[in-house]
């Protein structure tokens, strides 16, 4: 069935009341860039007083689970780390976790501090934060794979240089027990007034050079899905997914069996959402804060 259209009091109504549990992916549905979208906050308050659990599920690595609750809380919005479910999270779920990564190797990390303090949280030593000296033909040499490497993590890295990506090269191609993973494989990221590249885009520089695919962890891929799913205990008839991308918000909630919601705030316009080669979203509205009249 192609996506609905829900506009009326009545037909928001209806979809509140269909489900005990929203799951909400964060850029592009709560704030766009640094701009808290207009009444996203009522809705949530409204949400929470109707007793619906809420679940942030985000594929932003560059921001750890406690400095996503001060984000949350500098915008005036309710929320705890128990709630909030990101890419850099899953991926120490998965190394510590699923995987057993051998904490006496260490995680060379192109990507922000979340990604670093996430793994550090579960006792895997990080490395490459400060790897932004220059560097030339001259001095390649200098860089070679080291056996205490164990994985290189891959998520958006705001200072990206050739020396990261040369040790991360030279470690995936020299060292083979060096685990490839990525936080996510977005190929854009919404900034505010333009659209930038993800870490996706980033990450076809290693995947290129390596010729080595890696384990993407984020949306819409199966290792989120199965810890999203594990840790919360979701029944996917009662719960929504809401998103603004459909080939990853959407995506992952129809993989996991949910119900799925588009807002029209972020990457996905009315043509996209409509279009038969999309994923198809099961309903779609103008933005989130279109259900705070229900409050």
């Not at 192109?110 to 790897?131: A, K």
């Not at 890295?157 to 494989?185: E, G, W």
């Not at 799913?229 to 008839?237: E, Q, R, V």
Request: overall charge negative; hydrophobic content about 35%; some cysteine.
């Amino acid at each position: 069935m192609p996506p609905v259209k829900l506009s009326t009091a009545s037909e928001l109504e209806a979809l509140v009341n269909k489900f005990d549990t929203f799951l909400f992916d964060c850029d592009g549905v709560i704030w766009r860039g640094r701009t808290l979208i207009s009444n996203v906050p009522e809705t949530l308050d409204m949400l929470r007083k109707r007793g619906k659990r809420l679940i942030f599920v985000t594929n932003n690595s560059s921001t750890s689970r406690r400095d996503y609750v001060k984000k949350f809380a500098d915008l005036g919005i309710q929320a705890s780390v128990d709630e909030i479910f990101s890419s850099a999270y899953a991926t120490a779920v998965y190394l510590h976790d699923v995987i057993k990564f051998d904490t006496s190797k260490k995680a060379y990390v192109i990507g922000g501090s979340g990604i670093r303090q996430e793994l550090e949280d579960v006792g895997i030593t990080t490395l490459g934060h400060d790897d932004n000296r220059s560097v030339s033909l001259a001095t390649l040499a200098e860089i070679e794979p080291s056996d205490d490497i164990g994985a290189v993590v891959c998520g958006i890295d705001y200072d990206i240089s050739y020396r990261k990506l040369a040790t991360a090269h030279v470690n995936l191609t020299q060292n083979p027990d060096c685990l490839f993973i990525a936080t996510n494989d977005d190929r854009t990221l919404p900034g505010g007034k333009h659209m930038y590249p993800g870490t996706g885009s980033l990450l076809n520089v290693l995947a290129h050079s390596t010729q080595k695919s890696p384990l993407v962890m984020g949306k819409p891929n199966a290792p989120m899905l199965e810890c999203v799913i594990k840790k919360y205990h979701l029944d996917p008839s009662r719960s929504c997914m809401v998103g603004d991308r459909l080939d990853t918000d959407i995506l992952f909630g129809i993989k996991g069996g949910l119900s799925t919601l588009c807002v029209l705030t972020g990457v996905a316009d009315e043509a996209a959402i409509l279009s038969s080669n999309s994923p198809q979203a099961t309903y779609y509205i103008s933005s989130l804060g279109d259900l705070a009249q229900l409050s």
